[in-house]
């Protein structure tokens, strides 16, 4: 009999990638290959030490004494697999997890536990990569491991466990080193929330879903019922179950905070990490984003945007294996719409008879418990309690918010004097709401009489926190909700108290911030408890007051060194500053047309450009008055117009700003109007005219003193010097501009100009140079989040390391910056980077796998809306003659064509296994 070790040990689990598919194609070779590997794995164990404890399908679990004895035989594992015959079923590729910790046996084998970690940590893997735990990494690192090295993965999200996880992969000579992102949460496209708290019951209801998500017809669920249900927590948790299913990931779309129809496709492509690309429409780009893509995406809180439900249906048209899971209070009326109606959690019926442990088998009854004890940690369910907890219960509808307002209380009350304030509260309420269903009066009852049990200056505070769309910080609400004529309080005091009583959340917020938080029912509540105050248009001018003062302070520091901090500020504050802009243009237009020119930037880098355009014409409507503020965002709304091609538009509006500019005798507003016609003339060709309107912008800055905008003129005029091939004047613009950047710490100003330096470089040859400037470009754009700055350094590098015939490095950078330019929607620079690829291929002899290279770079040129330039069908058609060259014709039209068929995900690791081979 085998004795299994316990304390600290080392558990080694292994698993085929794609196994599924290959048993259902080649069943009888993999049988035989599946025999041959489970045999491999249990030698090579044994021989370092180790036990095998259990073969699960295509899964070996192994335990070691010590983890160096589990790493050597990972090593040895991962050679011999390369090296073996498998014939029809192979190459099999086999992903590896290690992870250490304390070991426990009961009479089935191992406490579940750590076979948990180490089972989702080989899960996030891919074939032939050995990915490591912290745990075995820190003892692995005083040991002596000739010829591996540690890559560290940083700290991630595995799926059903709530802590975030270190992980490490292993480099060695040999084998592998070059993978597609681990399959974590955190690892966007799957961007799902980890809930701060377990989800109780429910287990019926997951179950359904998934079954119903799971089949092929079904392609839209929408959750609903009352508020205070608990869709979103539903939701939730059936998405973390199904992550795996979906190749593409699963992205959370959290609505509560938009407010109009119009933003919630940006608030798609938000979550989907898209932004808007010239040329194209918001909801072209998502289409054509989502159109081969595996997908689901859950939208939450959808009740308020019903008028958006057509967009579901345009997606869902184009994007054949896109699934959509939708939490509302009502259904959407769309075609193929299954509804799941969320019922309240269960309970037992009414008797004496009951004892607290089988009460306990009630998520009601444990939803109340586990929330009572987080505010009183001795809290427990007896004899003498559990009829009033049931009674609680039972009067609250099972409504799982009812029942964590009421189980808050707690730490003041025992559960029959709260049973006896509700059943009094619920007594003098009874009629009043009449027209509401039977749930959302208990829900709103409960709501009230929590209410009600608040001090003064708690529901001043309450009702006030209903300006924030999205949350807030500890400081706007301390500055938005107080006003002259309050008695002094703690904010901080105030929403500890509201937190305890489960009516505001507490979250983690940048850099250790707190941030709170209203569920939407309680948000809606809020509100008119403030319009009840008569104070709604006062607090809401305090916070349209609060986010232009923020707006204002961020604006010039998004060219200075911590412009990725306030970027992410205003990123964060998102939600409230369209609900500023939303009551300043009905009620203060001025003010708003403020924040929106101060917000253009901002706007313009993080890519939201259609709605930022929209704004900025909605306010610019309603303030129709010569002033300074309308010169700026004239330009602005010119800017955004000009990156989406509306060059007409651009034109208009920045003459107007222009024509406004000089009247006023505004030269700051002359400057940026000038600038922004300047790089319209010079994107049309119009180069004199261009270098005509910089010049007077470039005086009138250096009159003004404005560094960033003397950089920026300098920066334009050098990049077409080097166009009209003045290489020379080109590099003395752009090195003083270069000075003035470095001066002022603008990572990104600095970023793009490098990367014209090295465009200049490569003209004149001057490689190393080249290729130092777009390292150091490339660093920068990645420090500041930029990636299409990214994908334009990698193109660069790629293409210096191809011309130098280092075929290998050239091949990761394009790799890399297709992947990027897939993510943008560029599709030219899609197929550029694919010809490139396919040269790389020629060169490796690999001519099938560039004819399939070619094929994808056709189907991406067949879906341009716009004609391809000229410069691309050329080297496009200089691509087709160079691999004809080297293949029959139906050898070429057979790998052409599987090329249109498969992922670019697909084509990308092929590849890779091609380079790391050669």
Same mark, same amino acid.
């Given at each position: 009999?085998?004795?299994?070790?316990? &304390?600290?040990?080392?558990?080694?689990?292994?698993?085929?990638?794609?196994?599924?598919?290959?048993?259902?194609?080649?069943?009888?070779?993999?049988?035989? +290959?599946?025999?041959?590997?489970?045999?491999?794995?249990?030698?090579?164990?044994?021989?370092? &030490?180790?036990?095998?404890?259990?073969?699960?399908?295509?899964?070996?679990?192994?335990?070691?004494?010590?983890?160096?004895?589990?790493?050597?035989?990972?090593?040895?594992?991962?050679?011999?697999?390369?090296?073996?015959?498998?014939?029809?079923?192979?190459?099999?590729?086999?992903?590896?997890?290690?992870?250490?910790?304390?070991?426990?046996?009961?009479?089935?084998?191992?406490?579940?536990?750590?076979?948990?970690?180490?089972?989702?940590? #080989?899960?996030?893997?891919?074939?032939?990569?050995?990915?490591?735990?912290?745990?075995?990494?820190?003892?692995?690192?005083?040991?002596?491991?000739?010829? #591996?090295?540690?890559?560290?993965?940083?700290?991630?999200?595995?799926?059903?466990?709530?802590?975030?996880?270190?992980?490490?992969?292993?480099?060695?000579?040999? *084998?592998?080193?070059?993978?597609?992102?681990?399959?974590?949460?955190?690892?966007?496209?799957?961007?799902?929330?980890?809930?701060?708290?377990?989800?109780?019951?429910?287990?019926?209801?997951?179950?359904?879903?998934?079954? %119903?998500?799971?089949?092929?017809?079904?392609?839209?669920?929408?959750?609903?019922?009352?508020?205070?249900?608990?869709?979103?927590?539903?939701?939730? /948790?059936?998405?973390?179950?199904?992550?795996?299913?979906?190749?593409?990931?699963?992205?959370?779309?959290?609505?509560?905070?938009?407010?109009?129809?119009? =933003? !919630?496709? $940006?608030?798609?492509?938000?979550?989907?990490?898209?932004?808007?690309?010239?040329?194209?429409?918001?909801?072209?780009?998502?289409?054509?984003?989502?159109?081969?893509?595996?997908?689901? %995406?859950?939208?939450?809180?959808?009740?308020?945007?019903?008028?958006?439900?057509?967009?579901?249906?345009?997606?869902?048209?184009?994007?054949?294996?896109?699934?959509?899971?939708?939490?509302?209070?009502? #259904?959407?009326? @769309?075609?193929?719409?299954?509804?799941?109606?969320?019922?309240?959690?269960?309970?037992?019926? =009414?008797?004496?008879?009951?004892?607290?442990?089988?009460?306990?088998?009630?998520?009601?009854?444990?939803?109340?418990?586990?929330?009572?004890?987080?505010?009183?940690?001795?809290?427990?369910?007896?004899?003498?309690?559990?009829?009033?907890?049931?009674?609680?219960?039972?009067? *609250?509808?099972?409504?799982?918010?009812?029942?964590?307002?009421?189980?808050?209380?707690?730490?003041?009350?025992?559960?029959?004097?709260?049973?006896?304030?509700?059943?009094?509260?619920?007594?003098?309420?009874?009629?009043?709401?009449?027209?509401?269903? +039977?749930?959302? /009066?208990?829900?709103?009852?409960?709501?009230?009489?929590?209410?009600?049990?608040?001090?003064?200056?708690?529901?001043?505070?309450?009702?006030?926190?209903? #300006?924030?769309?999205?949350?807030?910080?500890?400081?706007?609400?301390?500055?938005?909700?107080?006003?002259?004529?309050?008695?002094?309080?703690?904010?901080?005091?105030?929403?500890?108290? *509201?937190?305890?009583?489960?009516?505001?959340?507490?979250?983690?917020?940048?850099?250790?911030?707190?941030?709170?938080?209203?569920?939407?029912?309680?948000?809606?509540?809020? /509100?008119?408890?403030?319009?009840?105050?008569?104070?709604?248009?006062?607090?809401?001018?305090?916070?349209?007051?609060?986010?232009?003062?923020?707006?204002?302070?961020?604006?010039?520091?998004?060219?200075?060194?911590?412009?990725?901090?306030?970027?992410?500020?205003?990123?964060?504050?998102?939600?409230? %500053?369209?609900?500023?802009?939303?009551?300043?243009?009905?009620?203060?237009?001025?003010?708003?047309?403020?924040?929106?020119?101060?917000?253009?930037?901002?706007?313009?880098?993080?890519?939201?450009?259609?709605?930022?355009?929209?704004?900025?014409?909605?306010?610019?409507?309603?303030? $129709?008055?010569?002033?300074?503020v309308r010169v700026k965002a004239l330009y602005g709304a010119a800017a955004l117009a000009r990156w989406q091609d509306e060059y007409d538009e651009a034109h208009t509006l920045c003459e107007e700003s222009l024509t406004l500019a000089r009247t006023l005798?505004?030269?700051?507003?002359?400057?940026?109007?000038?600038?922004? @016609?300047?790089?319209?003339?010079?994107?049309?060709?119009?180069?004199?005219?261009?270098?005509?309107?910089?010049?007077?912008?470039?005086?009138?800055?250096?009159?003004?003193?404005?560094?960033?905008?003397?950089?920026?003129?300098?920066?334009?005029?050098?990049?077409?010097?080097?166009?009209?091939?003045?290489?020379?004047?080109?590099?003395?613009?752009?090195?003083?501009?270069?000075?003035?950047?470095?001066?002022?710490?603008?990572?990104?100003?600095?970023?793009?100009?490098?990367?014209?330096?090295?465009?200049?470089?490569?003209?004149?040859?001057?490689?190393?140079?080249?290729?130092?400037?777009?390292?150091?470009?490339?660093?920068?754009?990645?420090?500041?989040?930029?990636? !299409?700055?990214?994908?334009? +350094?990698?193109?660069? %590098?790629?293409?210096?390391?191809?011309?130098?015939?280092?075929?290998?490095?050239?091949?990761?950078?394009?790799?890399?910056?297709?992947? =990027?330019?897939?993510?943008?929607?560029?599709?030219?620079?899609?197929?550029?980077?694919?010809?490139?690829?396919?040269?790389?291929?020629?060169?490796?002899?690999?001519?099938?796998?560039?004819?399939?290279?070619?094929?994808? +770079?056709?189907?991406?040129?067949?879906?341009?809306?716009?004609?391809?330039?000229?410069?691309?069908?050329? /080297?496009?058609?200089?691509?087709?003659?160079?691999i004809a060259r080297h293949l029959d014709e139906s050898a070429f039209q057979h790998s052409r064509e599987t090329g249109k068929r498969v992922t670019l995900e697909q084509i990308a690791w092929d590849l890779r296994q091609i380079v790391e081979k050669q």
């Open positions: 009999m085998i004795v299994l070790p316990t &304390g600290t040990v080392t558990f080694l689990f292994t698993d085929v990638e794609g196994s599924t598919h290959r048993w259902e194609r080649f069943p009888d070779a993999m049988k035989a +290959a599946m025999v041959r590997h489970d045999e491999l794995l249990r030698q090579i164990v044994e021989h370092h &030490g180790g036990q095998v404890f259990e073969i699960v399908g295509d899964s070996v679990c192994s335990v070691f004494t010590q983890p160096s004895d589990a790493l050597a035989a990972a090593l040895t594992a991962q050679r011999a697999l390369l090296a073996e015959a498998w014939g029809e079923a192979g190459p099999l590729r086999v992903r590896m997890a290690l992870h250490t910790d304390q070991a426990e046996r009961d009479e089935d084998g191992y406490v579940s536990l750590p076979l948990n970690r180490v089972s989702r940590l #080989v899960a996030a893997g891919h074939g032939g990569q050995i990915l490591l735990s912290e745990a075995t990494a820190e003892q692995l690192k005083s040991m002596a491991l000739p010829d #591996v090295a540690l890559r560290d993965l940083g700290a991630r999200r595995l799926k059903d466990l709530l802590h975030a996880f270190h992980i490490y992969q292993i480099v060695t000579p040999g *084998l592998l080193h070059t993978f597609p992102p681990l399959r974590t949460l955190d690892v966007r496209p799957s961007n799902l929330p980890l809930p701060g708290t377990s989800l109780l019951g429910r287990e019926r209801e997951q179950s359904d879903l998934c079954a %119903l998500l799971r089949r092929p017809e079904v392609r839209l669920v929408t959750m609903t019922g009352t508020s205070g249900i608990g869709k979103t927590r539903l939701g939730l /948790q059936v998405a973390h179950l199904l992550l795996d299913e979906f190749e593409n990931g699963i992205i959370f779309v959290p609505l509560a905070p938009v407010r109009d129809p119009e =933003l !919630v496709a $940006p608030a798609i492509a938000q979550a989907l990490d898209l932004q808007e690309s010239s040329g194209q429409s918001l909801i072209e780009r998502l289409q054509e984003h989502l159109r081969e893509r595996q997908v689901l %995406l859950l939208l939450d809180n959808f009740e308020h945007l019903l008028g958006a439900a057509p967009l579901l249906t345009t997606l869902l048209a184009v994007a054949p294996h896109v699934k959509l899971l939708v939490t509302s209070r009502e #259904v959407l009326h @769309l075609y193929g719409e299954r509804e799941f109606v969320v019922p309240p959690l269960p309970l037992p019926a =009414l008797s004496p008879l009951l004892e607290p442990e089988a009460l306990s088998e009630y998520a009601a009854i444990r939803l109340f418990v586990e929330r009572a004890q987080a505010v009183r940690a001795d809290f427990a369910l007896t004899p003498e309690n559990a009829r009033a907890v049931l009674d609680i219960c039972a009067r *609250l509808d099972g409504l799982p918010l009812a029942i964590e307002l009421a189980a808050a209380r707690s730490k003041i009350f025992a559960p029959e004097a709260i049973l006896a304030r509700l059943t009094h509260r619920f007594s003098l309420l009874t009629g009043g709401s009449k027209d509401l269903p +039977a749930r959302l /009066q208990t829900l709103r009852q409960a709501i009230d009489w929590s209410h009600e049990l608040l001090e003064a200056q708690e529901k001043r505070l309450f009702a006030r926190l209903g #300006v924030f769309v999205g949350g807030c910080t500890l400081e706007a609400a301390t500055t938005v909700c107080t006003l002259a004529a309050d008695p002094a309080q703690d904010t901080l005091e105030g929403m500890i108290s *509201l937190v305890n009583k489960s009516l505001v959340r507490q979250e983690d917020g940048r850099e250790g911030e707190p941030r709170f938080t209203l569920l939407e029912t309680l948000r809606e509540y809020a /509100q008119e408890r403030l319009e009840e105050r008569g104070e709604s248009r006062l607090i809401q001018n305090q916070h349209l007051r609060f986010f232009l003062r923020l707006t204002e302070e961020a604006e010039p520091q998004l060219h200075g060194p911590d412009q990725l901090r306030w970027l992410d500020e205003l990123d964060a504050e998102h939600a409230n %500053l369209r609900a500023a802009l939303a009551h300043a243009r009905e009620h203060e237009a001025e003010a708003g047309l403020r924040l929106a020119g101060a917000l253009a930037w901002f706007w313009y880098v993080r890519g939201y450009f259609t709605e930022g355009r929209s704004w900025l014409q909605q306010l610019l409507a309603r303030v $129709p008055e010569p002033t300074t005798g505004d030269k700051v507003g002359m400057t940026w109007a000038l600038y922004e @016609l300047g790089v319209q003339a010079a994107h049309q060709g119009e180069y004199e005219r261009a270098h005509r309107l910089h010049e007077e912008s470039l005086a009138l800055k250096r009159q003004l003193g404005d560094q960033v905008g003397i950089a920026w003129s300098l920066h334009s005029l050098g990049r077409m010097a080097y166009l009209q091939g003045q290489l020379t004047q080109a590099r003395t613009l752009l090195d003083e501009s270069l000075g003035l950047r470095r001066a002022r710490g603008d990572k990104n100003g600095i970023a793009w100009l490098l990367r014209t330096l090295g465009e200049v470089a490569y003209s004149q040859e001057d490689y190393p140079a080249a290729t130092a400037w777009y390292q150091e470009s490339l660093a920068l754009f990645r420090e500041v989040g930029s990636k !299409v700055g990214s994908a334009f +350094a990698l193109d660069g %590098l790629g293409t210096i390391c191809q011309g130098l015939g280092d075929t290998e490095e050239a091949a990761c950078f394009f790799l890399e910056s297709l992947m =990027l330019w897939r993510d943008l929607g560029n599709t030219p620079s899609e197929v550029t980077c694919l010809l490139h690829l396919a040269e790389i291929a020629v060169s490796y002899r690999e001519v099938e796998m560039a004819a399939r290279l070619l094929g994808a +770079a056709e189907t991406l040129l067949e879906t341009m809306t716009a004609p391809p330039p000229p410069a691309l069908l050329t /080297q496009y058609g200089q691509g087709m003659r160079l």
